[in-house]
Structures are given as structure tokens and as C-alpha cells.
């Protein structure tokens, strides 16, 4: 009896012994015949089917055409922002350079009236504080933009064909152009529109579509010590639109246009 004990004690310590063993092997040569069955089963029960794999990949592109246009309006939206502000600190900072060496815009030798003669002495001021990729001078078809449409669709002027405008395309491709005051306006307060010596327009995306106020135009009105922005209650869809150069400045964004 004890020697049965003694015989089934020995065969369950080898037993033991070689399911150590057995389990070694398993781990350190990868146990390949088992290890094979159980990836086949793995890859049974984790893998995708073709009708599953189509239906996620149709949803992905019905999702995708639903939100790029979206994503797309905002990053052209933020462009126009960022371009409009940068301008602005761009012409502010002439300004105020040519303050600086030639003192206030309302003893700058300029005639008063918005002529071709006034434009290119005002304008004489200005550029040697500016970037410039090229100088139109008051000659038309440099800026080639055609004629400028108001927020509300209506037709403006072409400011390109008119040489009381002075016309230059800056080094980042803006297209600008300016002329001074219509009349004896500038540092005169109580006279029509007081303070303002000249006005500024930019074309953000040169001569491309949709060359409309309030989307890629924007208009600066010049004072004889600052550039200020048009702040009128019109930056709306069915208005012109010159004051949307204020909205972008001070709001930061076009939500103008989902009115």
C-alpha cells in the first residue's frame, strides 16, 4: 500500500515535472501548432467583414461631405481675418512713420480734392514706408479687379479704371488703393465728414472673385493722425457693407455674413 503511495507520488511529480516543462517549451518555441490554431481563432472572432468594413467607410464619407464645407468656410473666414488685421497694423505703422518724418496729414502738402494730382502726393508719403510688389501709379488696368460689388450684390465702381485712385499691389499680394479727401475735410471738424483726410481700399485676393465689400474688399478711412475704419450700422447682407472692416477688427470674425 505504501509502496502504491509511494509509486503514484513519483509518477504525479513527474507529471508535474514534464507540464513545467511542456509549458516552457510552450513559451520560449512559441508552442507553433497551438499558437496557429489560436490565432486562426482570434482572427475569426476579431475581424471585420467586407459589408462591415463598406458600411464604416460609407459613413466616414457621408460624415466627411456633411462638415468640410464647414471646415473650409471657417479657415477662409479666419484667412480674410487675419489679412485684414494685418493690413490694418501695416498702414497704421506708415502712417505713423510718415507723422514722424513729415508731421501730421494735415500739413502734408496735398491739394484737397480727390484728383489724380492730390492721390499721387498723398500717396508719395506712404510708400516709402510700405512693401511694395508693384507701383500702379493712377494708370488703370494694374489692379484688373473689375468693378466692385456692395454686400448686398449692387454694383459700386471700378475703382481700378478711375485715376483719382492710387493704385499698388503689396508684397503679400493685397491689392490696394487710395485717394484723399473730396474736399477740405482733413483735421476740419463739423464739415460733412470731419477728420477724414483720404480713404484706403484693399482687395485681399487681388483680382479673384467675389471682389464684393464686406468679403474681400475692405475700406480705412485716413485721419491727420490714425487709419480708422468705417463704424456705421450697414455690415449687413442687405446693406453695403463698409462698416464690416470695424466688425472683423473688433469682433474677429465674418458672423456678419450668416445674418
Known amino acids: 500500500m505504501i509502496e502504491e ?3 503514484r507520488g513519483q509518477e504525479g511529480k513527474q507529471e508535474t515535472s514534464l507540464n513545467k516543462t511542456l509549458s516552457r517549451i510552450c513559451k520560449f518555441a512559441y508552442c507553433s501548432l497551438t499558437n496557429s490554431t489560436l490565432s486562426q481563432r482570434e482572427r475569426v472572432k476579431h475581424a471585420f467583414t467586407l459589408a462591415e468594413v463598406l458600411i464604416t467607410l460609407g459613413i466616414i464619407g457621408v460624415v466627411a ?3 468640410m464645407p464647414t471646415l473650409i468656410q471657417k479657415h477662409q473666414e479666419r484667412v480674410t481675418v487675419n489679412k485684414v488685421k494685418k493690413f490694418y497694423s501695416v498702414i497704421s505703422q506708415a502712417q ?3 507723422i514722424k518724418d513729415h508731421g501730421y496729414l494735415d500739413e502734408w ?3 484737397d480734392r480727390a484728383t489724380k494730382k492730390s492721390a499721387e502726393k498723398f500717396m508719395s508719403y506712404l510708400t516709402p514706408y510700405l512693401k ?3 507701383d500702379c501709379g493712377t494708370s488703370s488696368g494694374c ?3 473689375g468693378t466692385v460689388k456692395l454686400l448686398n450684390g449692387n454694383n459700386w465702381v471700378n475703382y481700378d479704371s478711375q485715376n483719382g485712385y492710387y493704385k499698388l499691389i503689396l508684397n503679400d499680394g493685397t491689392y490696394m ?3 484723399s479727401s473730396t474736399d477740405v475735410y482733413c483735421g476740419v471738424s463739423g464739415s ?3 477728420e477724414i483726410c483720404g480713404g484706403v481700399w484693399i482687395d485681399i485676393n487681388g483680382k479673384n472673385p467675389p471682389n464684393t465689400i464686406g468679403r474681400d474688399v475692405f475700406s480705412f478711412a485716413i485721419t491727420k493722425n490714425s487709419i480708422t475704419r468705417p463704424d456705421s450700422n450697414d455690415c449687413k447682407s442687405d446693406a453695403a457693407g463698409w462698416s464690416c472692416t470695424n466688425w472683423i477688427l473688433e469682433k474677429g470674425d465674418m458672423d456678419y455674413l450668416k445674418k
Open 5 to 7: 503511495q509511494r509509486t
Open 65 to 67: 461631405a456633411m462638415t
Open 96 to 98: 505713423l512713420l510718415a
Open 109 to 111: 502738402d496735398v491739394p
Open 132 to 134: 511694395i510688389a508693384k
Open 143 to 145: 489692379l484688373q479687379n
Open 177 to 179: 488703393w487710395l485717394r
Open 192 to 194: 460733412g465728414t470731419p
